[in-house]
């Protein structure tokens, strides 16, 4: 089932990540917010965190359900669609973007890795668009040579790594410091990756001052489910800015869900909805 109006990055669907045009190429160049991310609390690092291979695979199928109406995230390595919202194409398994920098920085390095691919031709054309939805330099050929990329174990790969090192890795390392358990590390992951993690009031670093105005983590001895549940409000907040967000029930019949549960390890199973769409793991 297509969710145009939804953030979606695989076979089905669109990225509704915050344009970086003034920001440039990389997000991970951008430092996370504040002093409290350079460690992880002792409690948090003690802990099971999202990047436990285990609960990586929980994330990334939460993340598929929401953005690509279907758990099966190593399905979208070859999605490329433009969906009209202003980012160019978007493609594969996070929904990098011809117009925000990101999917320029993978075809960069699956192009170090394997210079000559069939993508490596397309670079002058992504520098040029980058910050822009133009197909200039594109057309028509791209969608069908990023399919083609995508059966390559080392394109698919390169997603694979720009993917943790852009969002999983600033998120994960964010919630721990923060002194959250998995869930909250997800919750994290999943607004850097709609939102970004730019200067614009609804990036996720703004996303997290927001809460932080009236709740604070455990490692600044607040409760866990009070600072959550401040954090998924103002993640609310900033899905309304943009209508292309406006449905929020990856939110709401999502983490949610969880968080009333008290489910802060998302231990399976796991029973939830988004955009209507019911989901489980077992």
């Known amino acids: 089932m297509v969710h145009p ?16 045009a003034l920001i440039g190429a990389s997000l991970a160049a951008v430092p996370l917010l504040d ?58 398994i996070i929904g990098f973007c011809s117009g925000t920098g990101d999917m320029l920085d993978l075809v960069q390095l699956y192009t170090d890795r394997k210079p000559g691919n069939v ?26 040579d990023w399919r083609k990329a995508a059966q390559d174990t080392a394109f698919q790969q390169a997603q694979n790594d720009e993917r943790d090192r852009v969002y999983f890795n600033p998120a994960v390392q964010q919630g721990k410091a923060d002194g959250l358990g998995v869930l909250g590390q997800f919750t994290y992951y999943d607004a850097i990756v709609m939102h970004g993690d730019g200067d614009d009031p609804t990036s996720f670093r703004n996303i997290r001052k927001r809460a932080l105005r009236t709740a604070k983590p455990p490692a600044q001895g607040g409760g866990e489910v009070a600072y959550l549940n401040a954090f998924l409000d103002a993640r609310v907040w900033a899905m309304k800015q943009e209508e292309a967000h406006s449905d929020t029930s990856r939110v709401d019949t999502e983490q949610r869900v969880f968080l009333r549960k008290g489910n802060l390890n998302l231990d399976p199973p796991l029973d939830w909805k988004v955009y209507g769409d019911s989901y489980h793991i077992g």
């Open 35 to 92: 002093a409290t991310s350079a460690s992880a609390t002792p409690a948090a690092s003690k802990a099971t965190g999202l990047d436990d291979p285990a609960k990586k695979e929980i994330a990334m199928k939460l993340v598929s359900s929401a953005e690509n109406s279907s758990l099966d995230w190593k399905a979208q390595y070859k999605y490329i669609e433009d969906i009209g919202d202003g980012r160019g194409y978007t493609a594969g």
């Open 5 to 20: 109006f939804h953030d979606t990055q695989g076979a089905r669907g669109t990225s509704r990540r915050t344009v970086l």
């Open 119 to 144: 993508l490596a031709k397309y670079l002058p054309a992504l520098r040029e668009v980058n910050g822009t939805d133009s197909h200039d330099g594109l057309d028509p050929n791209f969608p069908k």
